[in-house]
């Protein structure tokens, strides 16, 4: 065994021990879709005294964070998102009612003497809005009205709130609240000056005001004095409170005034329930397509097969520790992502076997040891390939980090944790093992059993048949263009499905005791007053309700009319998104589609040449545009799932074409001036069975997770399995004869010369030509 690959294997056992501990010793964080509660995006809102900014957006964190504290939620999270935006994800909070009225109420408590009651006959002497020195009238908690002074003191100077039940008296629920030292001193003040007036008399009365309603208005005591006041710093709000709504007053004047008003922009809700049959439906697709794939491995390279399957169970290791050591949120669609990432992380291995099979097949019967040699450079040669490609997933999931929002942001990075460690699976783990069995003497003696020494059922095959592609590159392109055309009729005339996350709304998933048909549940609806309200079944007892921006009675109300034709309703997610939201979420997903090209496009430029990097950025657009006409025909919902599906495609679709144009650069360096034609022809002959291998496995873990994964995952498997199929195609019948046409009209044009040279004592590269 060389040094190196000792150095390689005492790594990969470090870093296995290590993420063996990790996954033994700590809890993976779960998103609210997997375990289940309420997730809040509130917008901060300009208001007369005060700007939503970076700093009131600050405050209005805090203020939230002391809220959540009081209601008893376990483990919230309150962040700031940008400017003005404020995340709030409340676990197991799934009747978010209560949450979102607390949450988003302003709560500016003011105190102000009650001047008297104004005359029904005439105007109010000044509007509301002119400034906090004029008159108020408003209603008081009696129903009549009351003219008010400018505050003299506000929520501020309290320092306690605590709600209280007097039974003896028989007062009931009241909130009685402690001041400072400075606003104790100005309540003393306040109330002297109401006691200058006799019983019974409105200016007696103070009233205390919570965003501007008179929520008590009680009349100072006989007993207080002229002048002197209530000199003990506490006063009590009453008015006939439940304990909730005592509670919850106690709650909002001691958390505080929020500096700016805040409006719920989104709000998602998922049940426990939902989230449980997630986790067990992605887990059974995850063992299930990974055991197909090992299988599917170990048949096809036999022993080094098996052995890159011990690195595939050594990559989930890895992968699932790194999640859980950097404390990454993991939700549905980042699940589906690790899941996902299983099935390309075989790509690496089988990149460098099919490598070392042409090593192989060039170096035998001209060393005495040829399999060791033939792996060693079947990976080295495979190594700018690996890199190329998973770099260009790696952009697709910066994006989605980026540009995305809430669980796509989890897909994002899900997804690069699994291609970062998948090259370490490949190139670490599976090498190391793979050369240390290369040493022996059995598996080198006998190529049926290590695998590389076998040509392969599709190399063979094409040895055999040997085709001439590419002698009439535009009808390969004609072909494109009326699939192509295809899928932008069908945009044209079926439409996008946009999901309410693009369009604003409120879409609601609901469990019926009783099977309840979708014809009876759109009439329940439409005699409730939800004509326009769209139904959609998922099963004999779930029901899909989606309408415009309703707000919570209106949810109650759509919910009792589905219980009285399915019996017992039980609400499983409720998705509200704002319509400034959903422009935005549009517009940043058109963002994400433009940078995600023209990223491509630079890095393919800076890589290889421009005809090949505007050859795959076309079969990327390409794809992507079929994609979305599928999406258009079928009426499936494009959704923040689907913009996670589709720019996976853009890296896969990105990802095969690197590969194809990786090996027609090797190729065609080795002839300068030489026509593109054979080295292009070569090249995807060789990279056949490569392609083949890799997307076998990928197909065994998306039509697991489009099988066994429910339907949250249905649609997002189905959106991979057309882009690995259509990106497939598009890798060798598109993007080549685009670069094919884009050198034919350059005159003279030949290929550069490659810059590395072959290193002493290492033998010249296998110069295969058009074989494979």
């Not at 990974?290 to 098996?306: D, E, N, Q, S």
């Given at each position: ?71 008893g939620v376990a483990e919230p999270t309150v962040t700031r998102s940008g400017e003005d935006r404020v995340l709030v994800e409340l676990p197991d909070v799934t ?539 079928l009426g499936r919902p494009i959704d923040g799932i689907f913009l996670a599906a589709l720019l996976t495609v853009i890296g896969y679709s990105v990802n095969d ?60 498997a189905l959106a991979l399995l057309i882009g690995i199929c259509v990106g497939t195609y598009s890798s060798v019948f598109t993007a080549v004869p685009v670069a ?33």
């Amino acid at each position: 065994m060389t040094r190196a690959t000792t150095v390689r294997a005492v790594l990969a056992a470090v870093v296995l021990l290590v993420s063996l501990f990790v996954t033994l010793t700590m809890s993976p964080r779960l998103g609210l879709d997997l375990q289940g509660g309420t997730r809040l995006v509130l917008q901060a809102k300009d208001s007369p005294t005060a700007k939503a900014d970076r700093e009131s957006t600050d405050r209005t964190v805090e203020v939230l964070r002391q809220r959540i504290d009081a209601l008893g939620v376990a483990e919230p999270t309150v962040t700031r998102s940008g400017e003005d935006r404020v995340l709030v994800e409340l676990p197991d909070v799934t009747d978010p009612r209560e949450a979102a009225e607390v949450l988003g109420r302003t709560a500016q408590l003011t105190f102000h003497p009650v001047l008297g009651v104004p005359d029904d006959t005439a105007p109010d002497p000044r509007p509301e809005s002119e400034s906090e020195s004029a008159e108020l009238v408003l209603p008081d908690e009696s129903g009549g009205r009351l003219r008010l002074g400018a505050p003299d003191l506000s929520g501020a100077g309290v320092k306690d709130a605590r709600a209280e039940f007097d039974g003896q008296r028989g007062a009931g629920w009241s909130v009685s609240l402690d001041f400072r030292d400075d606003a104790s001193r100005d309540w003393t003040r306040l109330t002297g000056e109401a006691a200058c007036h006799p019983p019974q008399d409105e200016r007696r009365r103070v009233a205390i005001v919570l965003d501007e309603k008179v929520i008590s208005s009680p009349q100072v005591s006989p007993s207080v004095t002229c002048g002197a006041g209530l000199p003990s710093g506490t006063t009590q709000i009453t008015g006939s409170f439940s304990a909730d709504e005592a509670k919850n007053l106690a709650l909002l004047i001691k958390g505080g005034a929020l500096p700016v008003p805040v409006e719920v922009v989104e709000q998602r809700t998922v049940g426990p329930t939902l989230g449980a049959e997630a986790i067990s439906a992605s887990a059974r697709a995850a063992v299930i397509g990974a055991g197909l794939t090992a299988l599917f491995i170990t048949f096809v390279y036999r022993l080094f097969g098996g052995l890159a399957a011990l690195a595939l169970a050594g990559y989930t290791l890895i992968s699932y520790a790194a999640l859980v050591a950097l404390g990454v949120t993991l939700t549905l669609p980042g699940l589906a992502g690790f899941v996902l990432a299983i099935g390309m992380a075989v790509d690496a291995n089988v990149l460098a076997f099919e490598r070392a099979r042409e090593e192989y097949a060039s170096r035998s019967g001209r060393t005495s040891r040829p399999l060791r040699s033939a792996l060693a450079a079947g990976f080295r040669n495979a190594r700018t390939a690996v890199v190329d490609s998973n770099v260009t997933t790696l952009l697709a999931a910066g994006l989605l980090f980026g540009l995305g929002s809430g669980p796509v942001k989890g897909f994002g990075v899900t997804l690069a944790i699994g291609v970062l460690v998948s090259m370490f699976s490949a190139l670490v783990i599976a090498r190391a093992l793979t050369e240390m069995a290369a040493g022996s003497r059995f598996v080198t003696d006998f190529p049926g059993v290590n695998g590389i020494g076998l040509r392969g059922r599709v190399r063979t095959y094409l040895t055999r048949r040997a085709p001439q592609l590419f002698r009439r590159s535009r009808r390969w392109l004609g072909v494109s263009t009326v699939v192509v055309a295809l899928a932008v009729l069908g945009v044209t005339l079926r439409g996008l499905n946009l999901g309410v996350e693009f369009t604003g709304g409120r879409l609601m998933e609901y469990t019926t005791s009783r099977p309840v048909g979708i014809d009876t549940a759109r009439t329940a609806l439409a005699d409730a007053g939800f004509a326009d309200a769209e139904v959609t079944t998922a099963g004999e007892r779930e029901l899909s309700v989606r309408t415009g921006d309703t707000g919570d009675r209106a949810e109650a109300a759509i919910r009792d009319a589905l219980s009285a034709e399915g019996g017992a309703t039980t609400k499983v997610r409720d998705d509200l998104i704002g319509p400034s939201l959903g422009d935005e979420l549009r517009r940043h997903a058109l963002i994400a589609l433009g940078i995600a090209v023209g990223a491509q496009l630079l890095y393919l430029a800076v890589r290889f040449r421009w005809s090949f990097a505007v050859a795959s950025v076309t079969a990327m657009v390409h794809d992507v545009v079929i994609l979305v006409g599928v999406f258009a025909w079928l009426g499936r919902p494009i959704d923040g799932i689907f913009l996670a599906a589709l720019l996976t495609v853009i890296g896969y679709s990105v990802n095969d074409s690197v590969v194809v144009f990786d090996r027609v650069r090797e190729l065609w360096a080795r002839r300068p001036g030489s026509p593109l034609l054979p080295a292009a022809r070569a090249a995807v002959l060789q990279t056949v069975p490569r392609t083949v291998n890799t997307g076998m496995g990928a197909l065994f873990i998306l039509t697991a997770l489009a099988v066994l994964g429910g339907d949250s995952l249905r649609d997002f498997a189905l959106a991979l399995l057309i882009g690995i199929c259509v990106g497939t195609y598009s890798s060798v019948f598109t993007a080549v004869p685009v670069a094919l046409e884009m050198e034919s009209r350059r005159k003279g044009s030949g290929p550069r010369r490659q810059r590395q040279r072959p290193r002493p004592g290492r033998g010249r590269p296998a110069d295969n030509g058009a074989r494979v």
